[in-house]
């Protein structure tokens, strides 16, 4: 059953926690009634990211759940284990299960799109259609994987990202977040709402590591399986994206895939959800009406 979190970070999502088998949680926020709609969020972020921007105008329409993903914001993972976003993708479906949420329309951002992709691959029967955000689709090197890689290491993985938390952290997280908007910059509400602290800290950087470093292997085993997938998949991706290169995940993805369509949105960065908000709703609303 779902329990209360505490709250404490300024401008946070109410949240609920609902505890998963193996010492597992999940933390989620929801509001609104209709069509189940589900928000995973990508790298260095927590539920805010989709929510603070979708979330009320979704609501308006849909019961819209937003999740921290495994081992992120106020969810618990276990180590060595979650960070596939083939297995986060399992942990989110069963969440959805205890919730009561059939065949809710996905929208998922980076690697939270990635994520939902997955899901879809796996689970089609328990999803409506996937909105992906600048998905990563391919195996390629990633900067993820040197900034928090090494992180990753059992035993000197802790200890290093420990150590970072104090030092680097501090300076090269602000500079990711703000590189992730460009062009654009970080919307002014934004800053202020979004719990920073939650989306920081040397467990949740290990976190990090850990999904960078599972990507490769992920990513080649979808490459198998989106020639046979069966769920409606929109794919948005920025022009001005430095963050995921489009043009070589997104699109190739899109021509893969069956029922799936790929959209330049032109001028946008990687957060185009941040900007571009009615675009991704109506989406949404084609997605839930079985289109």
């Known amino acids: 059953m779902p329990v209360a979190a505490a709250e404490g970070a300024r401008g946070a999502a109410g949240r609920r926690i609902l505890l998963l088998p193996g010492g597992r949680s999940l933390a989620y926020a929801e509001a609104g009634a209709g069509p189940p709609v589900v928000l995973i969020h990508g790298a260095v972020m927590t539920l805010e990211d989709l929510w603070l921007p979708l979330g009320p105008r979704l609501a308006s329409r849909h019961r819209v759940v937003a999740v921290d993903r495994p081992g992120h914001g106020l969810s618990v993972r276990r180590r060595l284990v979650d960070a596939s976003p083939w297995r986060q993708a399992r942990l989110i479906r069963d969440a959805l299960d205890e919730l009561g949420l059939e065949r809710p329309v996905l929208v998922g951002h980076s690697f939270g799109a990635t994520v939902a992709l997955c899901l879809a691959l796996a689970h089609p029967e ?123 995940h997104g699109l190739p993805a899109a021509l893969m895939m069956p029922a799936a369509r790929f959209d330049w949105i032109f001028g946008a960065g990687h957060m185009l959800h941040h900007f571009h908000q009615d675009r991704i709703a109506a989406e949404v609303e084609q997605l839930a009406a079985g289109g």
């Open 126 to 248: 328990s999803v409506a259609g996937v909105v992906a955000l600048a998905p990563l689709c391919f195996p390629e090197p990633r900067l993820e994987q040197a900034l928090f890689g090494l992180r990753a290491v059992p035993g000197a993985g802790e200890t290093l990202a420990l150590l970072l938390s104090g030092a680097l952290d501090p300076v090269l997280l602000p500079l990711l977040w703000r590189a992730i908007f460009l062009p654009q910059a970080v919307p002014a509400d934004f800053a202020r709402r979004f719990p920073w602290e939650r989306a920081s800290g040397a467990a949740r950087m290990v976190a990090e590591g850990e999904d960078s470093m599972s990507l490769t292997p992920a990513l080649f085993r979808a490459i198998g399986d989106y020639g046979s997938c069966r769920v409606p998949v929109k794919i948005l991706g920025g022009s001005a994206d430095i963050v995921v290169h489009n043009a070589l």
